[in-house]
């Protein structure tokens, strides 16, 4: 996306997101009955009557589904909205495969695709990449292995010794740093000469590099984020004056959204996800009878051994965890297929709610490029690789004016 595209398009994405704020702010999890479903009755029905096999078809790509309005509608609005384009590709130098020993497959071919769109512009190429919350390092080797010098910043001791190891195994002029970027001296590690990289960098750790960074006047900053929600403070505090504007007010549950969109999965953490929420909605009814209350609890996260429990147990167990009455007789079968069934109808209501998913998404990436736009950088934002690869796949590309 060009810098001068950036603002219209926030106020653009603002606008719808404010606008329908009442469809995709409630949870289908935690409501048995959603707000809107009274309001759009011929759409309620057709997505609570489909399977969860149908829901989980349709989760990638909810715009494509031939559903009753206002979701064609919305889901155009969405696709519109949400159109990026792929930032410029630049044919990389080959490398040993030595180099992505120790690296997982689909992290490699990550590192690849956003090392291929690192093309800036106006300014002398980097000469000293810094990767920030680096793990073992394997980003800033891949792209400091033709000579450039290399600082990698992580929080973790082992992890740290881990990427000393590789480096020097692999003859990469590397400096491992053991630094929590939170703490204040994590100033002290950026100097004008840096190009910060963070592939994934979670919340508050990616936020925290654009300010250090640009306090410092780095050059460059490529920057991928993931995890909007791990961040300090309970709701989101925009970066941006436009931003900070905004009558749009994020909780974490909201920042969540995002990242529902999952594509990694293996068909056995599929099973036990689904298993685990099947159950929690089984228990969400019986924990309404028990209390007299017609509210969702919230519920702790459970060991996965929890899961091989019987699921009389199960609920017996969470209700005196929760200090809930003794639930006594119950037609478990049924309350168990009841949970299943609430699940593929939580599953297919989700469907519009994640017409959103995008676009707040991007809504939150524009805030940091504008962010950024204020502190004297020229930004680009563009796709690096494709959502099958990761659906956290938006690129923020900074050059200092």
Not at 175 to 185: K, N, P, R
Not at 356 to 380: C, G, K, N, S
């Amino acid at each position: 996306m060009h810098p001068t595209d950036l603002l219209p398009r926030f106020h653009a994405l603002d606008a719808f997101l404010l606008a329908h704020q009442h469809l995709w702010r409630p949870r289908p999890f935690t409501h048995r009955q959603l707000p809107w479903e009274t309001l759009h009755p011929a759409l309620s029905t057709w997505l609570r009557n489909r399977t969860l096999e149908q829901a989980e078809a349709a989760h990638n790509h909810p715009e494509d589904l031939d559903a009753p309005e206002p979701f064609a509608r919305l889901a155009q609005q969405s696709r519109t909205l949400s159109q990026i384009d792929p930032l410029p590709h630049a044919a990389l130098t080959h490398v040993s495969p030595r180099m992505s020993v120790d690296v997982p497959g689909r992290k490699w071919q990550q590192i690849e695709a956003f090392a291929s769109r690192l093309t800036f512009h106006h300014s002398p190429s980097p000469s000293h990449w810094l990767d920030w919350c680096s793990g073992k390092g394997h980003l800033g080797r891949r792209l400091a292995h033709d000579g450039q010098a290399l600082t990698c910043l992580e929080y973790d001791p082992h992890l740290v010794e881990a990427g000393r190891k590789l480096s020097d195994k692999l003859g990469i002029n590397a400096q491992h740093l053991h630094q929590d970027v939170m703490a204040q001296d994590a100033a002290t590690r950026l100097t004008a000469q840096h190009t910060p990289v963070a592939l994934h960098a979670c919340g508050d750790l990616h936020v925290r590099l654009m300010q250090l960074a640009s306090d410092a006047h780095c050059q460059h900053m490529a920057i991928a984020p993931c995890c909007y929600n791990r961040i300090a403070s309970d709701h989101y505090q925009p970066l941006s004056a436009n931003g900070q504007a905004s009558e749009l007010h994020l909780s974490l549950d909201d920042l969540a959204l995002p990242l529902s969109e999952t594509v990694t999965a293996g068909a056995r953490v599929r099973r036990q996800r689904d298993t685990s929420m099947a159950r929690r909605l089984g228990f969400d009814i019986l924990q309404r009878q028990l209390r007299g209350i017609d509210d969702y609890l919230p519920t702790p996260s459970l060991p996965s051994a929890w899961l091989d429990k019987p699921f009389a147990d199960y609920c017996t167990d969470l209700a005196e965890l929760k200090h809930l009455p003794p639930p006594g007789p119950q037609d478990w079968p049924a309350l168990e297929a009841a949970g299943w069934q609430r699940l593929a109808q939580v599953r297919n209501l989700e469907l519009l709610r994640n017409l959103f998913r995008r676009p707040l998404e991007l809504w939150l990436i524009l805030d940091r490029a504008l962010y950024l736009q204020q502190r004297d950088y020229t930004v680009l934002i563009g796709i690096f690789c494709d959502s099958l690869l990761t659906p956290r796949n938006l690129l923020i590309l900074a050059e200092r004016n």
